[in-house]
């Protein structure tokens, strides 16, 4: 016979199993199977050598690894800052405005990127930004006299390839951010008004705290989308010119399916997941969210 | 007059945004020597199709489109069976061990999947299911973020209604059935949002998974055809624009419906 208590036990692990078992395989064991192969020099057909920490040694003494690792996090800097940047100023113009047919389009407008699929914006974007037909290149030069061959550009490739980025992913935050927004009571912002309170503060002293927890959220997931961006740098540089947009998703990419060196790969797979983990910790401390999950 | 300065503003910005979007599809029907134009021109003077034949007779977009949607539909529709009960007893079971499980589901929605594509490679391959929609399907159910955005709704569900359902001789099966599911239709269709659209732009994993130009979703079928025509922009904008059309459509038709589940998504706590 159960008790009653090993019932509950049973029951509850029941409900998990069906999802749990999928996880297990196909989400968890990757994430420690990764580890592992990152640990051997991997041959499936002529048998794995135990490296030890041999291939992270590998990465950390080439500069193909650092340069990679220093275009992540100028990528993921810039398209996050732009990101949610916009978002912010999209969200309290929305909010601002009075809710109207002119609010409605607007907010689909700069929500429908969003729905694109990363080809789509990325070839869009190398389209714009074509060093002798792209629009912008045009408008650019029209106005400056002289525009930079953007995609072609040691300086300017990574900074182009987030602009496309933070176009493509801002709508949604500005959707999600305007809707926490709406769910601020009215009477607070109103009684600030009458207590003579600016349009500044009442953004940043009482609109902005109360929807940090959206905030929050928000940045673990554009950090994790500008940590892991690889389809729109392959369409528009494919790492280039040189190494120099060469991220670290696509130095992954490379080390594995071109130069079939999985031990490597997995290795740099291993340190973008500790570099997410220590980002994620450290952003919810600092914003002292820690607590906000449960 | 402040009013008429904001408007204004606003229609200015959502213009600019929808700029990229515009001259796509411009540039899709433009004849190719009005494209390469110096200063680029917004209204050409004649408009053709012939990139819509030219892209058609070399590329399977059809076959991209029905593996995209299958993909994705799949995605979703699983995705959802298996949140559901596993969300619920994370937000409404008590057991022993559930708030050590729980964290761990947490830690790993933090570790983006697509940097497992090297493991998931050869677990795929040992199950033999490498280049089948399959493979990509199943991570894509895997994510742990669909259990935990359900459970963050579930959990806001008042405990008294199932207290007396529980008085009544109602097992959990029921409760799940009779009341939580009901109550959380909303919910439940913004995790379905939420999964589609991300299933329909997943890219790094498809791309290892998927190696036959037949079984290839349409962000990978893009890609491929970027890497055969460089500089034919006529024809890569006709296949972009393809590709944004049915979603074009179904946005029109359910736009508010799908704003409402991805604001719903990341408006949880």
Same mark, same amino acid.
């Given at each position: 016979?159960?008790?009653?208590?090993?019932?509950?036990?049973?029951?509850?692990?029941?409900?998990?199993?069906?999802?749990?078992?999928?996880?297990?395989?196909?989400?968890?064991?990757?994430?420690?199977?990764?580890?592992?192969?990152?640990?051997?020099?991997?041959?499936?057909?002529?048998?794995?050598?135990?490296?030890?920490?041999?291939?992270?040694?590998?990465?950390?003494?080439?500069?193909?690894?650092?340069?990679?690792?220093?275009?992540? +996090?100028?990528?993921?800097?810039?398209?996050?800052?732009?990101?949610?940047?916009?978002?912010?100023?999209?969200?309290? +113009?929305?909010?601002?405005?009075?809710?109207?047919?002119?609010?409605?389009?607007?907010?689909?407008?700069?929500?429908?990127?969003?729905?694109?699929?990363?080809?789509?914006?990325?070839?869009?974007?190398?389209?714009?930004?074509?060093?002798?037909? %792209?629009?912008?290149?045009?408008?650019?030069? $029209?106005?400056? %006299?002289?525009?930079?061959?953007?995609?072609?550009?040691?300086?300017?490739?990574?900074?182009?390839?987030?602009?496309?980025?933070?176009?493509?992913?801002?709508?949604?935050?500005?959707?999600?951010?305007?809707?926490?927004?709406?769910?601020?009571?009215?009477?607070?912002?109103?009684?600030?008004?009458?207590?003579?309170?600016?349009?500044?503060?009442?953004?940043?002293?009482?609109?902005?705290?109360?929807?940090?927890?959206?905030?929050?959220?928000?940045?673990?997931?554009?950090?994790?989308?500008?940590?892991?961006?690889? %389809?729109?740098?392959?369409?528009?540089?494919?790492?280039?010119?040189?190494?120099?947009?060469?991220?670290?998703?696509?130095?992954?990419?490379?080390?594995? =399916?071109?130069?079939?060196?999985?031990?490597?790969?997995?290795?740099?797979?291993?340190?973008?997941?500790?570099?997410?983990?220590?980002?994620?910790?450290?952003?919810?401390?600092?914003?002292?969210?820690?607590?906000? /999950?449960? | 007059?402040?009013?008429?300065?904001?408007?204004?503003?606003?229609?200015?910005?959502?213009?600019?945004?929808?700029?990229?979007?515009?001259?796509?599809?411009?540039?899709?029907?433009?004849?190719?020597?009005?494209?390469?134009?110096?200063?680029?021109?917004? /209204?050409?003077?004649?408009?053709?199709?012939?990139?819509?034949?030219?892209?058609?007779?070399?590329?399977?977009?059809?076959?991209?489109?029905?593996?995209?949607?299958?993909?994705?539909?799949?995605?979703?529709?699983?995705?959802?069976?298996?949140?559901?009960?596993?969300?619920?007893? =994370?937000?409404?079971?008590?057991?022993?061990?559930?708030?050590?499980?729980?964290?761990? =589901? &947490?830690?790993?929605?933090?570790?983006?999947?697509?940097?497992?594509?090297?493991? &998931?490679?050869?677990?795929?391959?040992?199950?033999?299911?490498?280049?089948?929609?399959?493979?990509?399907?199943?991570?894509?159910?895997?994510?742990?973020? $669909?259990?935990?955005?359900?459970?963050?709704?579930?959990?806001?569900?008042?405990?008294?209604?199932?207290?007396?359902?529980?008085?009544?001789?109602?097992?959990?099966?029921?409760?799940?059935?009779? /009341?939580?599911?009901?109550?959380?239709?909303?919910?439940?269709?913004?995790?379905?949002?939420?999964?589609?659209?991300?299933?329909?732009?997943?890219?790094?994993?498809?791309?290892?998974?998927?190696?036959?130009?037949?079984?290839?979703?349409?962000?990978?079928?893009?890609?491929?055809?970027?890497?055969?025509?460089?500089?034919?922009?006529?024809? +890569?904008?006709?296949?972009?624009?393809?590709?944004?059309?049915?979603?074009?459509?179904?946005?029109?038709?359910?736009?508010?419906?799908?704003?409402?589940?991805?604001?719903?998504?990341?408006?949880?706590?």
């Amino acid at each position: 016979m159960f008790s009653k208590r090993m019932k509950e036990d049973l029951v509850g692990i029941l409900y998990i199993l069906p999802f749990g078992i999928i996880w297990l395989i196909f989400s968890a064991w990757p994430t420690i199977y990764g580890f592992v192969i990152s640990l051997y020099d991997w041959n499936p057909l002529k048998g794995s050598k135990f490296l030890g920490f041999g291939n992270y040694i590998y990465l950390f003494t080439h500069n193909r690894f650092w340069n990679s690792l220093f275009r992540t +996090l100028e990528f993921a800097g810039i398209f996050i800052i732009l990101t949610l940047l916009l978002a912010l100023s999209f969200a309290f +113009l929305l909010y601002f405005f009075p809710k109207s047919k002119t609010r409605t389009f607007s907010e689909s407008f700069l929500f429908f990127p969003y729905l694109l699929n990363v080809s789509v914006i990325a070839l869009i974007w190398k389209w714009l930004l074509d060093p002798d037909f %792209g629009l912008i290149t045009y408008y650019i030069s $029209s106005i400056l %006299g002289k525009a930079p061959r953007f995609l072609n550009s040691i300086f300017w490739a990574v900074p182009a390839i987030a602009l496309a980025s933070a176009w493509w992913l801002s709508g949604y935050r500005t959707t999600i951010f305007l809707t926490a927004l709406e769910t601020v009571p009215k009477e607070l912002v109103e009684s600030a008004k009458i207590d003579g309170a600016g349009t500044w503060i009442i953004m940043w002293k009482i609109l902005f705290p109360l929807i940090r927890p959206q905030f929050l959220f928000s940045l673990v997931l554009t950090t994790i989308s500008g940590f892991t961006a690889l %389809g729109q740098v392959m369409i528009m540089t494919d790492g280039g010119p040189g190494n120099a947009s060469e991220v670290l998703a696509l130095y992954l990419y490379r080390l594995g =399916f071109q130069y079939f060196d999985m031990g490597k790969a997995a290795a740099a797979g291993s340190v973008l997941v500790v570099i997410m983990f220590v980002l994620t910790l450290v952003g919810m401390k600092i914003l002292g969210l820690g607590g906000e /999950i449960e | 007059m402040k009013n008429l300065l904001y408007r204004i503003i606003l229609i200015v910005v959502s213009i600019i945004w929808m700029i990229p979007i515009l001259w796509m599809i411009d540039t899709a029907f433009k004849p190719t020597p009005h494209i390469f134009t110096i200063p680029p021109k917004w /209204i050409s003077p004649s408009y053709t199709l012939e990139h819509f034949y030219h892209l058609i007779e070399k590329w399977p977009m059809g076959q991209w489109f029905i593996n995209s949607t299958i993909i994705a539909g799949l995605s979703t529709i699983i995705s959802i069976i298996l949140a559901i009960p596993a969300a619920f007893s =994370f937000a409404r079971l008590r057991w022993r061990g559930r708030d050590i499980l729980f964290i761990i =589901f &947490l830690i790993t929605m933090l570790a983006p999947w697509q940097v497992n594509i090297i493991p &998931l490679y050869f677990i795929m391959n040992s199950f033999k299911l490498l280049n089948t929609h399959i493979s990509v399907i199943l991570p894509i159910i895997a994510m742990s973020i $669909s259990v935990f955005l359900l459970r963050q709704f579930f959990v806001t569900i008042p405990k008294d209604i199932e207290e007396s359902a529980k008085i009544d001789g109602c097992s959990s099966f029921q409760i799940l059935i009779k /009341i939580i599911i009901p109550m959380s239709l909303p919910a439940i269709a913004a995790l379905g949002i939420y999964i589609f659209i991300f299933a329909w732009n997943e890219y790094t994993w498809s791309l290892v998974a998927l190696q036959r130009t037949k079984m290839f979703t349409i962000p990978i079928g893009l890609k491929a055809i970027q890497g055969a025509y460089d500089i034919d922009y006529g024809l +890569l904008m006709m296949a972009a624009f393809l590709a944004t059309l049915p979603v074009l459509v179904v946005f029109l038709i359910l736009r508010k419906r799908i704003m409402e589940g991805m604001s719903w998504s990341g408006t949880i706590r």
